[in-house]
């Protein structure tokens, strides 16, 4: 099993180009997350998909957008990139709908928007 | 507003010493306190987790301690080990939803 896997793992853009970061998981969760990291700031969540065919706004979702494309794929867009989206991109998942269980998290996509 | 304070933001260990890291939150909606370890490179993974009806969980030398009136809880890390410098986390589990709110992350670095 590969658990969360997120592609790229690196991308270099310039400001106003758009790409979509893509995660997908093949544990069978219903709930996946897109979070991004920056220094002395921890993990922020962009947004989040309660299940396949919803998602929510977390706590940054300006300047992005995201699908859930089925249950295992979460894909997170940005369409017009800026600077302050350089960052370390994380997706989630977590089983079993809102309950106290353990997220895990994809590699990472490192981001630099030039 | 929804936070989670975390300090300090760096710890210098000797090996064989304890490692301790403090998390505060505000908000009386968490639901649950997970620490997360990240190694440079890595996506962070589960360490450890709490309840807020729990005082106490220990895993190896790994423990949580929950002060639910004081909004307080901290990791001790025991007898430190050089494989344990990495970043930590703390955060909060707003109730029934599953969203995390980390703290900003305090990276650990255990002397030989």
């Known amino acids: 099993n590969a658990g969360v896997t997120q592609t790229p793992k690196f991308q270099v853009l310039k400001t106003g180009q758009s790409m979509t970061l893509q995660c997908a998981q093949d544990m069978n969760h219903n709930s996946m997350y897109w979070y991004r990291q920056d220094p002395g700031m921890g993990l922020r969540l962009i947004y989040y998909?309660?299940?396949?065919?919803?998602?929510d706004k977390g706590e940054v979702p300006n300047g992005y957008n995201v699908s859930r494309l089925n249950k295992r794929e979460f894909s997170l867009r940005l369409e017009s990139a800026a600077p302050s989206q350089t960052s370390v991109y994380f997706c989630a998942t977590l089983a079993g709908g809102h309950h106290y269980n353990e997220q895990f998290f994809g590699p990472g996509t490192r981001l630099t928007v030039l | 507003q929804q936070q989670v304070k975390q300090s300090p933001q760096s710890l210098i260990v000797q090996k064989g010493g304890i490692s301790i890291i403090n998390c505060a939150y505000e908000?009386?909606?968490?639901?649950?306190f997970p620490w997360y370890q990240q190694f440079p490179g890595k996506g962070p993974a589960l360490l450890i987790a709490?309840?807020?009806?729990?005082s106490e969980k220990k895993e190896g030398r790994f423990t949580i301690s929950f002060n639910k009136s004081a909004k307080q809880f901290s990791l001790h890390i025991m007898d430190s080990q050089p494989g344990d410098s990495a970043t930590y986390f703390c955060?909060?589990?707003?109730?029934?939803?599953?969203?995390?709110?980390f703290g900003q992350g305090t990276t650990l670095q255990v002397k030989p």
């Open positions: 955060a909060a589990s707003i109730r029934n939803t599953g969203k995390l709110i």
């Open positions: 908000n009386t909606a968490f639901d649950y």
């Open positions: 998909s309660a299940s396949e065919g919803t998602t």
């Open positions: 709490i309840r807020p009806d729990v």
